[in-house]
């Protein structure tokens, strides 16, 4: 298999040139893959959300402007595709109530211990508008007003949802510390 270099991926697919299409999909999906399993709670959803996302990605050159980043770029189309696979009603009607105790932090060295799958699971186990802000927040780097836009939200609703989902983060990972500490 043949390597391209970004620039002739992109001139070859905004002349829709088949060859370099594929060489797109086969050379960005695993990083793209990344991205959506982010956004989804199983892989079977991950793959449809990347696979309409390629299509989208594949369609937009005629309007990409070659400005920037371009993995940000269908990283940006990824992410959309992905949110909008959730009802975004959810963004502004999903409510979680919150201890109002104060918690213990949690021991750093926990982090230590966890996988990558464990990380992505607990986010995967936040409510899906907690989820999302806080993927798009840390793992993203967007901010407030850019997720406030993306999502059609307050951007105080952002800065809450991810304090919320950083808040139960906090716990799970104070509940697995707990379990790790019994064994």
Not at 22 to 41: F, H, I, N, P, W
Not at 59 to 85: C, D, H, P
Request: net charge positive.
């Amino acid at each position: 298999m043949k390597t391209y270099t970004q620039q002739e991926i992109i001139a070859g697919c905004k002349k829709q040139n088949p060859r370099l299409q594929r060489a797109l999909v086969e050379q960005y999906s695993d990083q793209l893959m990344g991205v959506s399993l982010r956004y989804t709670k199983d892989y079977a959803s991950g793959k449809d959300v990347l696979q309409e996302a390629l299509v989208k990605i594949l369609n937009s050159f005629s309007t990409y402007e070659e400005q920037g980043y371009f993995l940000a770029w269908m990283k940006r189309i990824v992410i959309r595709t992905a949110l909008n696979y959730f009802d975004k009603g959810c963004f502004k009607n999903e409510l979680y109530t919150i201890s109002d105790q104060p918690e213990s932090s949690v021991n750093p060295s926990v982090y230590s211990h966890l996988a990558t799958d464990e990380i992505h699971g607990l986010i995967n186990k936040l409510p899906k508008a907690y989820a999302a802000v806080f993927n798009l927040r840390v793992i993203e780097g967007y901010s407030h007003k850019e997720i406030a836009d993306i999502l059609d939200i307050q951007e105080s609703t952002s800065r809450s949802k991810l304090a919320r989902g950083r808040e139960m983060l906090q716990k799970s990972l104070r509940n697995l510390e707990e379990r790790r500490l019994r064994i």
